[in-house]
């Protein structure tokens, strides 16, 4: 069964000459309890694919199912019991002022769910934290705690999907290895299915088991993440993503 | 290696806030050449600060102590302010990460080029738009006129960057500090903004000394790489021997990297020995 279905979705913003077409007929079907990886350069649409399934955007078309629902405009509340997004930027996503509890306490209020001093503990040390960690300031946390902080507040509603923007990309390489660890563990344990947004290749090979190449708002092409190491990639863009992401052989400057 | 543009003993960098010290760099020694240098290492490790304590740009409360510390025949400790303001930007120059933040958002981008030139040559305007041009070209725009009359937010992330280069190129440096000048950029970008460093680094007679955390950049691109891990440098090795890196700070950063060829179930993440801060 397909986790997310994605079919014919597009997107524009502003109207008339201003008119701006930035997602053309996407297509995607993440199966369950798959990683999925999406690549391309900044302004590819890569991560308005994510913002359109989080319910962050009300103005598509097409059709969008998560677990077998549609996403509809008005989105319920237990849309977010099964979709939750980690983002990129651990030292923006954390509220400055919100001890790291109140922070992991909030959603569980917002969906009325009790016993949730008893759940904060639970999912800290799922993370890899612990208790000690429960009444600090996200600014007395280095990146990676935080990373897992902001996962541990995705999961602590045991949703099924996780929507993960670029999680390791404002990470040296020690912390990106100790996250993606993290993330292939969790998704072991609690069967979950990743879409994730990454422009690093390498990172998607290491967790994903296919991935969709996007460009100006299309997908160019789809397909299994061991095929980039055999260059079993056919179409060129994504053949010079994974030539650059090697860096040896040299790419002509366009003159 | 011709002659050493750049020597550097026993850096030490201080920083004094509220009654406490910290100390971020620790004996840090090396001497640069017509070469690209790399300074590598977590966020923290203090490479930047390395390259910041070469130009002065450090606030007063940091206290920058160094057996040596000279810029081809000056002493860069004794130097005095006005002496540092003929160099910084003109004979040695700072290429930052995000040129989004570097560039003035309400200067035309030419402009800015221009303004480095005049800042260290007495030269009418027009002369300078001239070379601003030229320069603009140098690093590939391909419409130097259209280019020079746009604002910071015209242009994409790889041309704000190439523009930044030009802007510190422009002034004929013997030595450039880039810190991070890709780590902004999508990989497709990257190529492009350091092909254009390095033609730049072949055609004039210049030091390069790169930060950067990506070990896999590095070693494609650099000649020489310093492992910095809290303030010290653990290790100095030629690129190309990345591969048999001796100090296991080093080979854990290797490690730690997801690979697009081999790939692993778990990642090996580092384990730091407390031994590495005095050794």
């Known amino acids: 069964m397909s986790m997310i279905e994605i079919a014919g979705l597009n997107l524009s913003f502003g109207t008339g000459a201003a008119l701006n077409a930035v997602l053309h007929d996407v297509d995607l079907s993440v199966g369950e309890g798959e990683a999925f990886g999406l690549v391309g350069e900044s302004g590819s649409g890569k991560t308005t694919v994510l913002r359109c399934l989080a319910g962050q955007y009300q103005h598509w078309s097409g059709q969008l199912r998560v677990a077998g629902q549609a996403v509809t405009r008005n989105l319920p509340l237990n ?41 904060v503990s639970e999912i800290l040390r799922k993370v890899g934290l612990n208790d000690s960690f429960r009444f600090r300031y996200p600014h007395q946390l280095s990146g990676g705690q935080r990373q897992r902080v902001a996962i541990a507040r995705a999961l602590i509603l045991r949703p099924r999907v996780l929507l993960l923007d670029e999680p390791t990309s404002a990470l040296d390489v020690s912390v990106q290895a100790e996250i993606l660890n993290l993330l292939a563990d969790l998704r072991r344990q609690e069967g979950l299915t990743y879409l994730m947004v990454t422009h690093d290749l390498a990172v998607v090979a290491h967790l994903c088991d296919r991935l969709a190449v996007m460009q100006q708002g299309r997908v160019v092409e789809t397909l299994d993440s061991h095929l980039l190491a055999s260059d079993g990639a056919t179409h060129a863009y994504t053949r010079l993503l994974v030539q650059a992401s090697r860096d040896i052989q040299r790419i002509p400057i366009a003159v | 290696m011709t002659e050493i543009k750049l020597a550097v003993q026993d850096l030490c960098v201080e920083f004094r806030n509220a009654g406490k010290t910290s100390l971020a760099v620790r004996d840090v020694s090396f001497t640069l050449g017509r070469e690209k240098l790399a300074i590598v290492g977590e966020s923290g490790s203090g490479k930047s600060t390395v390259g910041r304590s070469l130009l002065r740009l450090h606030p007063p409360t940091a206290r920058v102590t160094a057996k040596t510390l000279r810029f081809a025949d000056i002493d860069l400790l004794a130097a005095s302010e006005k002496q540092i303001q003929a160099i910084r930007g003109a004979r040695m120059s700072m290429i930052m990460q995000d040129p989004k933040y570097s560039l003035n958002p309400v200067v035309r981008v030419g402009e800015q080029i221009a303004e480095a030139y005049l800042a260290h040559h007495k030269v009418p305007h027009r002369e300078a738009r001239e070379r601003a041009l030229d320069m603009l070209a140098k690093v590939h725009i391909r419409d ?5 009359d746009l604002y910071p937010h015209e242009v994409s992330g790889g041309m704000g960057q190439r523009i930044m280069i030009a802007m510190m190129v422009i002034t ?61 440098v653990v290790e100095s090795i030629a690129a190309a021997d990345l591969d048999h890196a001796t100090h296991p700070y080093t080979q854990g950063l290797l490690a730690a990297l997801p690979s697009l060829d081999h790939p692993r179930a778990t990642l090996p993440v580092l384990q730091r020995d407390p031994l590495w801060l005095n050794a």
Do not use: W
Not at chain 1, 81 to 100: C, E, G, K, N, W
């Open chain 1, 79 to 119: 849309h977010y019991r099964t979709v939750q997004m980690v983002f990129q930027d651990p030292y923006a996503s954390l509220h400055p002022r919100y001890t790291i509890d109140a922070a992991l306490q909030e959603p569980l209020r917002i969906h009325g769910i009790d016993g949730r001093g008893q759940k």
């Open chain 2, 144 to 148: 130097p006129l259209r280019v020079y």
């Open chain 2, 172 to 232: 004929d440096p013997q030595v450039i500090i880039a810190d991070e000048p890709t780590s902004a950029l999508d990989v497709s970008v990257r190529r492009q903004v350091l092909n254009v460093l390095e033609e730049l680094v072949s055609e004039r007679d210049l030091g390069l000394i790169f930060i950067s955390h990506d070990l896999n950049l590095v070693r494609s691109f650099c000649d020489r790489v310093l492992v910095m891990y809290a303030g010290r």
